[in-house]
């Protein structure tokens, strides 16, 4: 069974930073796709970032380009989001997410079949 430990949520002023991490473990397949989705109040679930398993590869939504960087350790199942200089629009709760593969393919929602309780995130202006 896989099971996501998350941690990192808070509350920061915009323009700050936060990291979040998601400890993944119980995969029996090698190494899957990792990331982050994240849900604001009244909004549907969005892709933010995610990794794929060997070659490192990366997505992410265009709205945090340049401002968030996911990576993951090594060839494990630790995954990182750095997010600098967050936004009011940035609030929402974060959720680790697994793929149903190593590789990601999009940041659509059906390509990942596990997700985490979820970590909130307040950004306030």
């Known amino acids: 069974q896989v099971r996501l430990v998350e941690s990192g949520g808070g509350s920061v002023q915009a323009g700050g930073s936060l990291r979040l991490s998601c400890a993944g473990s119980?995969?029996?397949?090698?190494?899957?796709?990792m990331g982050w989705f994240r849900q604001a109040p009244e909004k549907p679930r969005e892709g933010v970032a995610v990794?794929?398993?060997?070659?490192?590869?990366?997505l992410y939504a265009d709205s945090v380009k340049g401002r968030f960087t996911i990576s993951r350790d090594g060839a494990g199942n630790t995954v990182h989001l750095q997010m600098n200089n967050l936004h009011p629009d940035d609030t929402g709760m974060y959720y680790c997410?697994?793929?149903?593969?190593?590789?990601?393919?999009?940041?659509?929602?059906?390509?990942?079949?596990?997700w985490g309780q979820g970590t909130q995130v307040t950004v306030a202006s």
């Open positions: 997410v697994v793929g149903n593969s190593g590789y990601c393919a999009s940041l659509n929602t059906r390509a990942y079949s596990t």
């Open positions: 119980g995969f029996t397949r090698g190494g899957r796709c």
């Open positions: 990794i794929t398993a060997e070659s490192g590869a990366t």
